[in-house]
């Protein structure tokens, strides 16, 4: 499966930005896809994931009412609607996939990279 992330830039706070990753055909046989991110000194943190069967969703609590995730199944593109943005959203973010094995979908277990966009949010 090959990932690949766009869409990140610097924005001021309160912003918006859309992240998009385009998927290999093979990332449609996944659960679930996913964003990840990762700020400078610090671990890399789940973000969103869907899964392709029904579209549930799930977010990181830090945030939930902000950010969107979606997919557009025909053109196997996986976006990240990011609004009202703070500085410390400021990362790397990383698109995943699963591997679609296993018991299915968890939303925070992936198991295909992407190459990272960063995303620079400014006070």
């Known amino acids: 499966v090959q990932l690949q992330a766009s869409g990140g830039g610097p924005v001021q706070a309160g912003g918006s930005l859309r992240l998009s990753c385009a998927a290999s055909?093979?990332?449609?046989?996944?659960?679930?896809m996913g964003w990840f991110r990762q700020a400078p000194g610090k671990e890399r943190e789940f973000v969103a994931g869907i899964k392709l069967s029904d579209a549930r969703t799930q977010y990181a609590d830090s945030v939930k009412g902000r950010f969107t995730i979606s997919r557009d199944s025909v053109k196997n593109t996986l976006f990240l609607q990011m609004n009202a943005l703070k500085p410390e959203d400021t990362a790397v973010y990383y698109c995943v996939a699963d591997n679609g094995m296993g018991r299915g979908w968890n939303p925070e277990k992936y198991d295909y990279w992407g190459q990272g966009t960063l995303v620079t949010v400014s006070s």
């Open positions: 055909a093979r990332a449609a046989s996944a659960w679930g």
